[in-house]
Structures are given as structure tokens and as C-alpha cells.
């Protein structure tokens, strides 16, 4: 059997893949004979051009909704071996509805630790977006903008969250991922890569002075606070900049 190549963005999500994946799956093509590929790779010479997309919005193969919620969250990740990775457990799934439930597998070993690092990132987004107040000069409504930078596709599982939490105010996120853009009615996300801002405010001084208050050197422990707040955030956070001067000090008190 020939080849099939499917060349999607290393952004596509979940929608996108879907499409292609249909009427491969339809068809009964293996995951053996379908080369995933994102577009920024070099093509196969050997490969048929992609198929198709169709526009139906339903699989005729029965296919569980957790099992389609699941590749919705690994789809999100940044390796480019998830659209192959999903398909093969998609196609699995179709024999094998259970496929999910067996932890020794090695597709379902590395999809859930893809989708688990997808779940966390999401938590740590949560915990380290700040807002600095960007309100332009006459508005009538306050405004605020945030620089984050996640490593996966993580925005429209972040979206709610921040929606749900910041419902009184103009906002948005800008990440070399996309955006979310909140105007007090709707929000909206984007994949389209944002130039890195920086964003200060004049609550900066406020905000250092709050966590040099809560800081406690008697209850410092420096490897879990790396383990919480990974040192690849903390040239976002206002608060970080001090976190060397205030460990060698906390050293110093110990000592």
C-alpha cells in the first residue's frame, strides 16, 4: 500500500487534524501507511499529496467522547509526533475501546505523559500570568496586558479560567503561541505568534513590596521552589528578580 502524507501546521489543533484524520480512518488506512508531518519539515518524495479534508462533524465510527477529549489535549503539545501518535490511538481505539485504560501500553504511556505535561502547564499558567495595567488615556474602562510563554498549545485550555476570573476588566494575554483577548463580552484566542512585550505598571514597586512581606527565610526551600515555579518563568514575574538577593539572604540569616 502507498504512502498517504498529511502535511498540517505545527499548530494545527484538534479541529484541523480531525479532518484529516476522518477520512483516513474511513477509508481504513493504518497509522503504518500515513506519514504526519508539520509543515516547516521537508517532504517525502515518495508520499501521495494530503487527502482531502471533509467537513462533517461526526465520525461514523464509534469513537468515545473521552477518548476524543484525550486527543483534543494532546494535540496541544509541542512535539511534532502527536498528529501520528493520535492517529495511532485513534485508529487503536476503534478495535479497542478500553485502549485508554491500559497503562502499560507505549502509545498511551507517552500520549498521557504528553497530555499530563499539557495539564500542568495549564496549572502554571494560572499561577504566573501578571497583569500590568496598560488603560489608555480617556478610557472609560480600566485595561491590562500580560506576557506569558508556554511551551505547548495551551491557550484555549487556559481561555476559561481567565475569562471566568476577570470579568470587570479589558484584557490580554500575548504569548509566541498566540493570544487571549478579553473586552468584557467575549473572548478570543488566537495561534498567531506574538512578539515578546514587556509590560510594567506602576503596582510593579507594590507588588515586590507584597512578596518581599510574605517572604519567609525560615521556610525556605530552594529545590521546591524550583520545582513549583521552574526558573524558565521568573523573567516574567515582577517578584522573581528578587528571589537570588532574598535566598542569599535567607543563607546568610541560616549561617
Known amino acids: ?28 488506512i493504518s497509522p503504518d501507511h500515513v506519514v504526519w508531518r508539520s509543515s516547516s519539515e521537508q517532504d517525502d518524495l515518495f508520499s501521495q499529496p494530503d487527502p482531502k479534508p471533509v467537513t462533517s462533524t461526526s465520525f461514523s465510527q464509534k469513537i468515545s ?14 512535539n511534532p509526533e502527536k498528529f501520528s501518535l493520535a492517529y495511532r490511538i485513534l485508529w487503536r481505539s476503534r478495535r479497542d475501546p478500553a485502549l485508554l485504560k491500559t497503562g502499560t501500553d507505549s502509545d498511551v504511556v507517552m500520549a498521557s505523559r504528553m497530555t499530563h505535561q499539557i495539564s500542568r502547564e495549564v496549572h502554571k499558567m494560572k499561577a504566573f500570568v501578571r497583569f500590568r495595567e496598560k488603560t489608555p488615556v480617556g478610557s472609560n474602562s480600566r485595561h491590562f496586558a500580560a506576557w506569558f510563554e508556554p511551551e505547548h498549545h495551551i491557550l484555549e485550555k487556559a481561555a476559561p479560567f481567565f475569562a471566568r476570573r476577570f470579568t470587570d476588566m479589558n484584557w490580554m494575554i500575548l504569548t ?4 487571549i483577548g478579553w473586552d468584557g463580552e467575549t473572548c478570543v484566542v488566537t495561534r498567531e505568534t506574538c512578539a515578546r512585550t514587556i509590560f ?18 525560615a521556610r525556605v526551600k530552594v529545590k521546591a521552589m524550583r520545582s513549583e515555579m521552574s526558573p ?10 528578587l528571589i537570588p538577593e532574598m535566598l542569599a ?3 546568610r540569616q541560616r549561617w
Open 1 to 28: 500500500m502507498k504512502e498517504h502524507l498529511v502535511s498540517l501546521p505545527e499548530a494545527a489543533p484538534f479541529a484541523l487534524w480531525r479532518l484529516y484524520a476522518r477520512p483516513l480512518l474511513e477509508a481504513g
Open 200 to 217: 510594567e505598571d506602576e503596582a510593579e514597586a507594590l507588588w515586590k513590596t507584597y512578596y518581599r512581606s510574605i517572604f519567609n527565610p
Open 176 to 179: 509566541p503561541k498566540g493570544s
Open 249 to 251: 539572604q535567607a543563607a
Open 232 to 241: 524558565k518563568y521568573w523573567k516574567n514575574l515582577p517578584e522573581t528578580e
Open 65 to 78: 467522547k473521552d477518548c476524543l477529549h484525550f486527543l483534543e489535549t494532546l494535540l496541544c503539545h509541542a
